[in-house]
Structure formats: C-alpha cells, structure tokens
C-alpha cells in the first residue's frame, strides 16, 4: 500500500472488553513501531519490531498490553481488560531500517467506556 | 535518555519564515536530532534529522549549533497548512539491539496567521 494502514479507524468498547488493533506497514518496512497519544500529549512509545521479533517492549504500561508479528509484516496489539484510562489515539509506524525515519499510519482512536 | 526542551507554542505570518528552536543540552555524541509535525488528527510526519551538520531539504532547514547542545528548524515560507505541533526529538539507540525508537516530548504549537 501507499502508507501505513490502521484499522480499525475508530473503535468503541466496554471497561473489561478485549480489543485488538491491527497495523499494516508499509511492504518491505522491517522495523515496526506502536506508539499511544493522549489528548495534547505527544505519542508515548510501547513496543519496537524488527523483523518478527520484540526488539524493545519497554514502553508496554503493563501485562494488559501485548504485540505480535508473526510473518514481519502486519502487527497487531492486544489489550486485555480494557480500562477507561487506555482510550487514547494508538499510532503505528514503521521504516525500511532500524536507522532512518519512520512513517506514520492515521492512528486508530480507543474509547473504553 | 537525552531530552529536549521546546517552546509550547509559536505563532508567525504566513509566508515569512518560522524558526522553531530546540534545547537537548544532555545529547550524546551518537545521537541524532529529528524533527517530526503532526497537524490535527494525523500521525506524525517526517520532516527532516541531523547529527550535527545543517541540513536542507524541500520541507525545511534545521541548523544545529557547534557544540550540539540546541537546534533550529526553519520553515522559510509558513503557510497556513504548516499549522501542527512541531516535536523535536533526539533519537535514542540501544547498543544491545540498536532500537531507535523516539520519544516526543510535548512539542510546540505553531500557529501560521493569515
């Protein structure tokens, strides 16, 4: 595709739910980035790939969140019982290398109700 | 992690220059500064990095200073569509797997005026 691609755009959930997000890179990206933004916050990192596997998952607020990547390409991350406090607009990046600029898909909005 | 320090918000009349600076005092030797935008309801955009010479291209200049310790981005033309947060970053690398991986800070508001 042209860019990265994020769906769904916009996903409405109940407290306690289970919701998975799902990010298409960019074909050929091996580097892929999940990134979460709050209302005038900037995008707080989560989990970095390179290839399939989670190179860093330091920024995973806690064992409610979970990433794969299984083939290399398409990502999804997972959030288990979902609480108001992780609706957030979820971002996806990804970048040909580890070392150049990455681009950013439109983000998919989380609300937990 | 180095950190960087912006303004909150700016404002400059369209078509004249916007110069928006940057202070990341701790930067390491290795590290590069990237500039990304994000204009309202869009992922962030790629605008342009350095490592500690100038730089140019078809968006923007960024002119780092000689010891590194604070940089410019400079927009020659504002137009209104270069209305966004503007987030300086210092890019931070993990020599164990070599991550990468940015981390924003909270940015600056440039407002472009008609």
């Known amino acids: 595709g042209a860019g990265v691609s994020q769906t769904p755009s916009n996903k409405v959930t109940e407290k306690g739910k289970y919701v998975e997000l799902r990010c298409d890179p960019i074909?050929?990206?091996?580097?892929l980035y999940w990134y979460r933004q709050s209302l005038g916050q900037g995008p707080e990192f989560l989990i970095y790939?390179?290839?399939?596997?989670?190179?860093?998952d330091s920024g995973l607020p806690n064992d409610r969140f979970f990433a794969v990547r299984p083939e290399g390409s398409v990502s999804t991350l997972k959030i288990q019982r979902t609480e108001r406090g992780d609706s957030a607009v979820y971002l996806c990046?990804?970048?040909?290398?580890?070392?150049?600029?990455?681009?950013f898909g439109q983000g998919t909005r989380l609300t937990v109700v | 992690d180095a950190k960087t320090t912006q303004p909150t918000s700016m404002d400059c009349a369209e078509g004249r220059a916007a110069n928006l600076p940057c202070n990341h005092s701790?930067?390491?030797?290795?590290?590069?500064v990237y500039w990304y935008r994000q204009i309202h309801s869009q992922g962030p955009q790629y605008i342009i990095h350095?490592?500690?010479n100038n730089e140019t291209n078809e968006m923007a200049s960024l002119i780092i200073t000689e010891d590194r310790k604070s940089s410019t981005l400079i927009l020659p033309h504002a137009t209104l569509r270069d209305t966004a947060v503007y987030y300086c970053?210092?890019?931070?690398?993990?020599?164990?797997?070599?991550?990468?991986?940015?981390?924003f800070g909270s940015g600056t508001r440039l407002l472009v005026r008609p």
């Open positions: 990046a990804s970048s040909p290398e580890r070392n150049t600029e990455a681009f």
């Open positions: 074909s050929g990206h091996t580097a």
């Open positions: 790939f390179q290839g399939t596997g989670a190179a860093d």
């Open positions: 701790t930067i390491s030797g290795n590290e590069y």
């Open positions: 350095g490592l500690k």
């Open positions: 970053i210092v890019r931070v690398a993990r020599h164990a797997d070599s991550s990468y991986k940015l981390i």
